[in-house]
């Protein structure tokens, strides 16, 4: 199916990985689109890669461990390390390859010490970034930075996209070092399991009233206990990943349907318009509105409203 979306859209598609070029100042972005019949060998490379999924699933084998990736993850893949991508039968991977090449930013000390961070963490988690824990919007609305700014190349556009990358590499760091690594965290745990119950709850009943007393309660915690545990688990608060489900939903409405705001700040688990526009641009940079005309009109997001 996403092959004949593809082919409709008239977007290249293709059987093996793209080359990466990358120029002078280190960063470089690419746009792929797998066919179904992909295939890639094991490759190491001397720069390290951020893989943003778009569309699909599969599997990134790391020294033939597979990662399971899917629609929104994030995957850090250091550099120098083997690897290759799986796509899932029937759902081709549709991503952005983002390259940085740190010997080009060796008089970037700063930089290079960030990227030296980023590639021990990475290999440290091995393990994707959902959408719950870089707060759904900050990294994606940082690719688009980095590729508009590639595309248009209007003036000082190769500093505008080292600044862009350094917040999302400082912002991928930040969440690697307060979320434990995968081995660090024993999911045949009691309480893990219990944590996981409660996050499935919300994101089936994230309309519903919801407070974190009841949630500590069905994970047999005390509020403290739930707070840090949830946020040792997946990386946000019980709050945010509250707020993400709600907002997620929202958008859908915005984009596919024509029903009123208010009606979807209802539906979506809401009390107080007010406080549905707060949070809603807090998450999505831009309101409400903005976004249902941004979605009807195949536009990215904006910083101002």
């Known amino acids: 199916m996403i092959d004949s979306i593809l082919e409709q859209e008239k977007i ?3 059987k093996y990985p793209l080359s990466i070029d990358i120029p002078d100042y280190g960063i470089c ?36 461990k597979p990662i399971h ?4 993850h994030l995957f850090v893949i250091p550099s120098d390390i083997e690897h290759y991508l799986k796509d899932k039968d029937d759902t081709p991977l549709s991503l952005f390859i983002l ?11 700063t930089f ?9 963490l990475a290999l440290t988690h091995l393990r994707p970034l959902t959408h719950h824990e870089y707060t759904a919007y900050e990294i994606p609305r940082m690719f688009r930075k980095i590729l508009n700014e590639q595309r248009a ?17 400082v912002a991928i760091n930040r969440i690697y070092e307060n979320v434990p690594a995968i081995d660090q965290i024993d999911s045949s745990n009691p309480t893990f399991a219990r944590i996981q119950k409660v996050a499935d709850y919300i994101s089936k009943n994230f309309y519903e009233p919801i407070c974190i007393e009841n949630m500590a309660k069905m994970a047999c915690l005390s509020i403290r206990q739930f707070t840090n545990q949830f946020k040792a688990v997946y990386g946000v608060t019980f709050i945010q990943y509250l707020h993400y489900q709600r907002i997620h939903f929202a958008q859908r409405l915005l984009s596919e349907t024509d029903q009123q705001i208010a009606a979807i700040c209802f539906e979506s688990g809401f009390n107080d318009l007010a406080h549905f526009y707060r949070v809603f641009k807090k998450m999505t940079k831009i309101s409400p509105r903005k976004y249902r005309m941004n979605s009807r009109h195949g536009l990215g997001m904006s910083d101002k409203d």
């Open 112 to 120: 290079c010490r960030q990227i030296d961070q980023l590639n021990q």
């Open 99 to 109: 390259a940085i090449e740190n010997p080009c930013m060796e008089q970037l000390s």
């Open 29 to 64: 972005v690419v746009e792929s689109h797998h066919q179904s019949n992909f295939v890639m060998e094991p490759m190491d490379n001397h720069f390290t890669k951020i893989y943003y999924i778009l569309e699909g699933a599969g599997d990134c084998y790391i020294n033939s």
């Open 12 to 14: 290249k598609t293709t």
């Open 153 to 169: 190349k209007t003036g000082g556009f190769i500093p505008a996209i080292q600044a862009t990358l350094l917040n999302m590499i």
């Open 69 to 72: 990736l899917e629609k929104e």
